[in-house]
Nanobody, 125 residues
Framework: QVQLVESGGGLVQTGDSLRLSCAAS????????MGWFRQAPGKEREFVAA????????SHSDSVKGRFTISRDNAKKTVYLQMNSLKPEDTAIYYC??????????????????WGQGTQVTVSS
């Protein structure tokens, strides 16, 4: 049974940093691309960042580029999202997800077959 468990969310102030973690189990982690998505109240879930199976290639949405960094440790079966210079508009539930998409890094939600339960990030102004 595949499980993705996010942690590291919380309440912070504008300009602060957080590091989210997503621990995977029940899958051969190195065979999966990983992504982070987020969903704010009343909005659709949106792509934040993705990383290839070997960690060499990454992609970040324009809204977080230069502030957030995705990384992974295949030995620990964990993917991370380092979030710096947080803004109130970053407030959302953050989800990690796994994909077997092999062609390239994908930001398409429907290409991700496994999802975590999410962790809340709240940035106060």
């Amino acid at each position: 049974q595949v499980q993705l468990v996010e942690s590291g969310g919380g309440l912070v102030q504008t300009g602060d940093s957080l590091r989210l973690s997503c621990a995977a189990s029940g899958l051969t982690f190195g065979n999966y691309g990983m992504g982070w998505f987020r969903q704010a109240p009343g909005k659709e879930r949106e792509f934040v960042a993705a990383i290839s199976r070997n960690g060499v290639s990454t992609s970040h949405s324009d809204s977080v580029k230069g502030r957030f960094t995705i990384s992974r440790d295949n030995a620990k079966k964990t993917v991370y999202l380092q979030m710096n210079s947080l803004k109130p508009e970053d407030t959302a539930i953050y989800y990690c997800a796994a994909t077997t998409w092999t062609l390239t890094i994908t930001s398409t939600i429907h290409n991700y077959g496994f999802w975590g339960q999410g962790t809340q990030v709240t940035v106060s102004s």
